[in-house]
């Protein structure tokens, strides 16, 4: 007596449910994904503003002098202050996806803190055509009169 082998692999019925299923998951986590990348973009921009100015801080305590960051739309600059006549910039960075800074530049001196002592400075970023809020965090660098430097998630919620 033959034993009829079990048939093997999916039916087209099944294949079709399972597609089905799987576009109306995806469907559903559109709008989300719009949001994740929006606040993927503002958090890569951020790291990069705390990273020049951590740099600048860095460069002003080593080479003994004042050097500035400079904020100005999506270019971030990293400038040698030695000789104000002339200015060497150091470094000079882009931001994308739209994300942009107000015209603004910290000052720091040979100390690594802030000049003129006792100031402290803060720069919000933003997105263009986009409103920040709790769905889409823009962060802030905070900079405070002793030198410490740190970046705040969402600079509208208790940054300062």
């Known amino acids: 007596m033959r034993h009829m082998k079990a048939p093997r692999g999916l039916t087209l019925i099944e294949l079709m449910v399972g597609l089905t299923i799987g576009a109306l998951l995806m469907m559903m986590g559109v709008p989300f994904f719009g949001d994740y990348m929006r606040n993927s973009r503002l958090r890569e921009a951020g790291n990069l ?24 739309g999506a270019t971030l600059q990293v400038i040698d202050r030695s000789d104000i006549n ?61 030198g410490a430097t740190r970046l705040c998630g969402n600079h509208t919620v208790n940054c300062d």
Not at 117 to 129: E, K, R, V, Y
Not at 134 to 144: E, F, K, Q, S, T
């Open 49 to 72: 503003l705390l990273g020049e100015s951590l740099f600048a801080q860095s460069e002003a305590i080593k080479r003994n002098t004042t050097v500035r960051l400079s904020t100005n």
């Open 86 to 146: 002339a200015e060497v910039v150091l470094r000079e960075r882009q931001m994308t996806g739209d994300v942009v800074a107000p015209a603004a530049t910290l000052d720091f001196g040979s100390e690594g803190r802030p000049t003129p002592f006792p100031t402290s400075g803060s720069i919000n970023l933003s997105m263009t055509g986009v409103a920040c809020s709790d769905d889409n965090r823009c962060p802030g660098l905070r900079v405070d009169a002793g």
